[in-house]
């Protein structure tokens, strides 16, 4: 199992970024998937969740401006980020929770992490 992440880069304050995030491999389902960021010097938070069923829960900081949400047939999870700020600057890790048919366990994974810089 792989995780992807996709879609950083620069873009100035009140700008806008689609950050994916694809899940590759076989054998799994996929239950809850997460966007974390972590800005420099800082430890790495929570953004964004969303389960199977499609339930969504936000950081106080980013609510009414991102936008979680999953394509289940693609096994993607993305995050769109509008009327973004100085402080959104972090990197932002995509992370699964999926069962492993073959084990019929729980497995948490970590995407590598995409660069979002909003400059003021």
């Known amino acids: 199992v792989q995780l992807q992440a996709s879609g950083g880069g620069l873009v100035q304050s009140g700008g806008c970024l689609r950050l994916?995030?694809?899940?590759?491999?076989?054998?799994?389902?996929?239950?809850?998937m997460y966007w974390y960021r972590q800005a420099p010097g800082k430890e790495r938070d929570l953004v964004a969740s969303?389960?199977?069923?499609?339930?969504?829960s936000y950081a106080d900081s980013v609510k009414g401006r991102f936008a979680i949400s999953r394509d289940n047939a693609k096994n993607t999870v993305y995050l769109q980020m509008n009327s973004l700020k100085p402080e959104d600057t972090a990197v932002y890790y995509c992370?699964?929770?999926?069962?492993?048919?073959?084990?019929?366990?729980?497995?948490?994974?970590w995407g590598q992490g995409t660069l979002v810089t909003v400059s003021s």
């Open positions: 994916s995030c694809a899940t590759s491999g076989t054998g799994f389902s996929i239950n809850t």
């Open positions: 992370n699964v929770d999926l069962v492993r048919s073959r084990y019929g366990r729980s497995y948490n994974y």
């Open positions: 969303i389960t199977s069923g499609g339930s969504t």
